[in-house]
């Protein structure tokens, strides 16, 4: 059974950091593209940021380029998503999500597996 599990959201206020994490079980880590998704309430699901099995490779969204870095661990089956500089504009519930394609990951949003979410929340 395929177990996606993020953390590391919560209450910061704007301009500071928060390091997200999502840990994998039930698959071969390695062997998958990882994302990283977020929504808000009455908005649409946007593509983060995404990184290709091996770590080469990776893409962000332009709301976050030069704020956020996404990274992995194949080692530990983690994904980390690094977030500086936030802004209240941030502030939304984050997925992790596998995939077969770091760029159709982020791109067309399509994923294999997801996990339940993290909150973030970036206060003025």
């Known amino acids: 059974q395929v177990q996606v599990v993020e953390s590391g959201g919560g209450l910061v206020q704007a301009g500071g950091s928060l390091r997200l994490s999502c840990t994998v079980s039930?698959?071969?880590?390695?062997?998958?593209?990882m994302g990283w998704f977020r929504q808000a309430p009455g908005q649409q699901r946007e593509g983060v940021a995404s990184?290709?099995?091996?770590?080469?490779?990776?893409y962000y969204a332009d709301s976050v380029k030069g704020r956020f870095t996404i990274s992995r661990d194949n080692a530990e089956n983690t994904l980390y998503l690094q977030m500086n500089s936030l802004k209240p504009e941030d502030s939304a519930m984050y997925y992790c999500?596998?995939?077969?394609?770091?760029?159709?990951?982020?791109?067309?949003?399509?994923?294999?597996?997801r996990g339940q979410g993290t909150q973030v929340t970036v206060s003025s």
């Open positions: 999500a596998a995939g077969q394609s770091y760029w159709r990951l982020s791109l067309a949003g399509e994923f294999d597996y």
């Open positions: 990184i290709n099995e091996n770590g080469v490779a990776t």
């Open positions: 039930g698959l071969t880590f390695a062997n998958y593209a």
